[in-house]
């Protein structure tokens, strides 16, 4: 098993612009979960989803898209790229009945 | 909705001593409370997690205790290594829904 995947691993955009965050677990989790990690701040929610074709919204939102099309995969858009959008975005799937989340590698963004 | 509050922000012991961090949080229907530990440039990992109907759990050096009247858990870690400095994160759920973390704590273990 691979686990959870994310890619890319860096990425640099500049205001404005659009692009996609790649998830994908093959442990059959039917939950998932986008969140961004900033200093002193914790690991904050974004979207999460129960299953495929729902999706819900976490703590910090704004400026973010979610679709959840399979089990496998949970994209994150970000549609028009701000800098305060800086930081460092983990995925992750949960284990039931455990409840056990597991954690993707991360994806360092940088919006200049 | 859930509100997880941690402290202390940052925490230095020297080696061989004991460790304790502590988090409340504000949703009593939670009923999961997971810690995770992140080293430097790493993805969180869970280290330890306990569900409500249980007020202590342990595991080797690393013990976390629930009190569910007060809305708080902690984290204790016994006879610190080195090797145990890193951020660690609480977090609280109602069972199989979102997981909210509390804001981290780093601890330094000094040789």
């Known amino acids: 098993n691979a686990g959870v995947t994310q890619t890319p691993k860096f990425q640099v955009l500049k205001t404005g612009q659009s692009m996609t965050l790649q998830c994908a677990q093959d442990m059959n989790h039917e939950y998932m979960s986008w969140y961004r990690q900033d200093p002193g701040m914790g690991l904050r929610l974004i979207h999460y989803s129960v299953g495929a074709g729902i999706t819900d919204q976490g703590e910090v939102p704004n400026g973010y898209n979610v679709s959840r099309s399979t089990t496998e995969d949970f994209p994150l858009r970000l549609l028009s790229a701000a800098p305060s959008q800086t930081s460092v975005y983990f995925c992750?799937?949960?284990?039931?009945?455990?409840?056990?989340?597991?954690f993707g590698p991360g994806t360092r963004l940088t919006v200049l | 909705g859930e509100n997880v509050e941690q402290h202390p922000s940052t925490l230095s012991v020297q080696e061989g001593d004991s460790a304790v961090i502590k988090c409340t949080y504000s949703?009593?229907?939670?009923?999961?409370f997971p810690w995770y530990k992140q080293e430097l440039g790493k993805r969180p990992q869970l280290i330890i997690d306990i569900r409500s109907n249980v007020g202590e759990k342990k595991d080797q050096r690393i013990a976390v205790t629930l009190n569910k009247t007060a809305k708080h858990f902690s984290l204790h870690i016994t006879e610190t290594q080195p090797e145990d400095s890193a951020v660690y994160f609480c977090a609280a759920s109602r069972g199989t829904d979102k997981l909210i973390f509390g804001t981290g704590t780093r601890l330094q273990v000094f040789p």
């Open positions: 992750a799937s949960r284990a039931q009945p455990r409840n056990e989340q597991f």
């Open positions: 949703d009593s229907a939670s009923n999961y």
